[in-house]
């Protein structure tokens, strides 16, 4: 595993979230009552290789989450991968993405879910003088240090966190437990790229080019991303390949 100058796990002293459960509707619930349009909703992802199970998804898909536990496998090649890399500045209106650097414990979903609304088409459908949108506009102009402040310290977020932790459909675990799973998201920019967006990374992490008519559970989106993890965890021989898949889309109520 990585080292502790290496590790990116926010510090013991950090403020810590209830984790959100690895449900659709917790995670629908908790954008909705921070201002994403109700037109857009969670779902799950039962099956990538199986072209049924996949009809039943509401597409385009505009984000991707992918929720694993943290393999020794997985921070090897996280750390090999951010070594050469310069820890991520973007901020302002042109930046291609919006990136948010995890500080506080257990909140990989709550960060994980705020990639997904806060890029690509995703972001249009968020309702004005929201909370979430206050939080994007103050957001936006500030570097990633200073953004990871904005959502640490924001009280919105936090009751908006703390009431959909509650409503999970098992008991929800206590702030202080250290929860193994761990939540990455994929979004599609204007610029038609696939992203990979981690909040324990150095930055947000561009995977390639998409076709203007390719979302993020494209076939081409799958390889650049959640299939390249799996193939990874599947060649160490982990034998825990224990993940599932959650996508952003529009509402089927």
Same mark, same amino acid.
């Given at each position: 595993?990585?080292?502790e100058?290496?590790?990116?796990?926010?510090?013991?002293?950090?403020?810590?979230?209830?984790?959100?459960?690895?449900?659709?509707?917790?995670m629908?619930?908790l954008?909705?009552?921070l201002?994403?349009?109700?037109?857009?909703?969670?779902h799950?992802?039962?099956?990538?290789?199986?072209?049924?199970?996949?009809?039943?998804?509401?597409?385009?898909?505009?984000?991707?989450?992918?929720?694993?536990?943290?393999?020794?496998?997985?921070?090897?090649?996280?750390?090999?991968?951010?070594?050469?890399?310069?820890?991520?500045?973007?901020?302002?209106?042109?930046?291609?993405?919006?990136?948010?650097?995890?500080?506080?414990?257990?909140?990989c979903?709550?960060?994980?879910?705020?990639h997904?609304?806060?890029? &690509?088409?995703?972001?249009?459908?968020?309702?004005p003088? !929201?909370?979430? $949108?206050?939080? %994007?506009?103050?957001?936006i102009? /500030? =570097?990633?240090?200073?953004?990871?402040?904005?959502?640490?310290?924001?009280?919105?977020?936090e009751?908006?966190?703390?009431?959909?932790?509650?409503?999970?459909?098992?008991?929800?675990?206590?702030?202080?437990?250290?929860?193994?799973l761990?939540?990455v998201?994929?979004?599609?920019?204007e610029?038609?790229?696939?992203?990979?967006?981690?909040?324990?990374?150095k930055?947000?992490?561009?995977? &390639?080019?998409?076709?203007?008519?390719?979302?993020?559970? !494209?076939?081409? $989106?799958?390889? %650049?991303?959640?299939?390249s993890? /799996? =193939?990874?965890?599947?060649?160490?021989g982990?034998?825990?390949?224990r993940?599932?898949?959650?996508?952003?889309?529009?509402?089927?109520?």
């Amino acid at each position: 595993m990585a080292t502790e100058e290496e590790s990116p796990d926010c510090p013991p002293t950090a403020k810590r979230f209830v984790p959100l459960e690895n449900n659709p509707e917790v995670m629908s619930e908790l954008v909705h009552k921070l201002g994403l349009s109700q037109k857009l909703a969670f779902h799950d992802v039962f099956s990538i290789d199986d072209p049924d199970l996949l009809a039943f998804v509401p597409r385009p898909a505009y984000a991707l989450l992918l929720i694993f536990p943290v393999s020794a496998t997985y921070e090897k090649f996280r750390v090999q991968e951010d070594k050469e890399k310069q820890e991520y500045e973007g901020h302002g209106p042109d930046e291609e993405v919006i990136w948010y650097k995890q500080t506080i414990g257990n909140a990989c979903g709550l960060i994980g879910v705020l990639h997904g609304v806060s890029n &690509g088409a995703a972001r249009s459908l968020i309702e004005p003088d !929201s909370n979430l $949108a206050k939080l %994007l506009n103050d957001a936006i102009p /500030l =570097k990633p240090l200073q953004r990871a402040d904005l959502l640490y310290e924001s009280q919105a977020l936090e009751t908006a966190h703390q009431s959909a932790a509650a409503t999970g459909d098992t008991a929800a675990p206590s702030a202080d437990d250290n929860v193994d799973l761990h939540y990455v998201c994929f979004v599609k920019s204007e610029k038609d790229r696939l992203w990979e967006m981690d909040g324990r990374r150095k930055g947000p992490l561009d995977r &390639g080019e998409l076709a203007a008519d390719e979302d993020v559970l !494209s076939e081409k $989106a799958l390889e %650049l991303g959640v299939r390249s993890f /799996l =193939k990874r965890e599947a060649e160490a021989g982990g034998g825990d390949l224990r993940f599932s898949l959650i996508v952003l889309a529009e509402s089927l109520d």
